[in-house]
């Protein structure tokens, strides 16, 4: 096969992508998503600094955990704003934990009937199995969390490691230390879409498929996100148009992105696995 040939391929791929983006209704789905993102975002991360502090003793600490996971996957804009909005409702214990739970997975309900329109999945799973496996999305993400907070003390304990001093200067530089979280972030957020493009979808999904998918949306989320980053402070005059609610607006932008990234992760999972069956 030719260089030529591949490119033929790529290109009509992207373009039965692009067909099935739209069959699917892909920007209305995305807005839906959006929606109920915005409703459930601030319960979850209330339920992560809750969950973070009984971890590390510590309300302090555990808000600044929480909103560098946070960071790895919003703008900083959008991160200020969710830590302004959260540190104001403090923290959660006791029922109001299990209603922040309950409230947090109405995101992975829209996001499962959203996976599902992808692989054009028509049976919907029960309520109440619907609800368990979106408790199961959230629990996963909490893992996640749980896994960063890890990795960030370990980085903390090598680089304050006495060695010698060829290495000990290789661990001090700053180069080093951003390729290497770009990375770990990148790997991350993969892993978050995998989980999503594997279990979310009402059918066996093949973890070469739903790995397919996750590299897309991971590799266009951390460009978008390094993109909107540098954009919106340089060229993003929201506030001049919406006021006060310029920075609503932007997180809104960001959640829609988001969202679409999410939902062509998903088309490109079912898409090769649509184009293997028929090979």
């Known amino acids: 096969m030719t260089l030529r040939d591949h490119g033929r391929a790529v290109w009509d791929f992207i373009r039965k992508l692009y067909q099935e983006f739209s069959k699917d209704y892909g920007p209305m789905v995305s807005a839906s998503m959006s929606f109920y993102a915005l409703l459930s975002i ?31 996957f919003s703008p900083s804009l959008a991160q200020g704003l969710l830590e302004e909005v959260v540190r104001g409702r403090g923290t959660a214990g006791g029922l109001a934990i299990a209603a922040l739970l309950w409230a947090g997975t109405q995101f ?4 499962e009937m959203a996976v599902n329109i992808a692989w054009d ?3 919907r799973r029960g309520f109440l199995k619907q ?6 999305m959230v629990l996963a993400a909490g893992m996640l969390l749980l896994l960063n907070l890890g990795v960030t ?14 290495l000990g200067k290789l661990l001090q530089s700053t180069w080093l230390w951003t390729l290497a979280g770009s ?31 996750a590299a ?14 540098w954009y919106v402070p340089h060229f993003g005059k929201y506030n001049a148009v919406y006021g006060s609610l310029g920075r609503v607006v932007i997180l809104m932008v960001w959640i829609y992105y988001s ?5 062509i992760g998903a088309e490109v999972a079912a898409l090769r696995a649509h184009v293997r069956e028929q090979s």
């Open 42 to 72: 601030v319960p979850l991360l209330i339920l992560a600094v809750a969950a973070t502090g009984y971890v590390v003793h510590s309300r302090d600490r555990a808000y600044e955990q929480v909103f560098q996971y946070v960071g790895q």
């Open 108 to 111: 992975f309900v829209c996001l």
């Open 121 to 123: 999945v028509k049976r």
């Open 131 to 136: 609800r368990l496996v979106s408790v199961a």
């Open 153 to 166: 003390a370990l980085v903390q304990i090598v680089r304050g490691m006495h060695v010698w001093p060829a």
């Open 183 to 213: 990375a770990f972030t990148f790997l991350l957020t993969t892993g978050m879409f995998i989980t999503v493009y594997k279990f979310l979808p009402n059918r066996r999904v093949k973890w070469r498929d739903a790995l397919a998918g």
């Open 216 to 229: 897309v949306a991971g590799l266009l989320w951390e460009v978008a996100k390094q993109a909107f980053s």
């Open 259 to 263: 969202s679409m990234v999410t939902i």
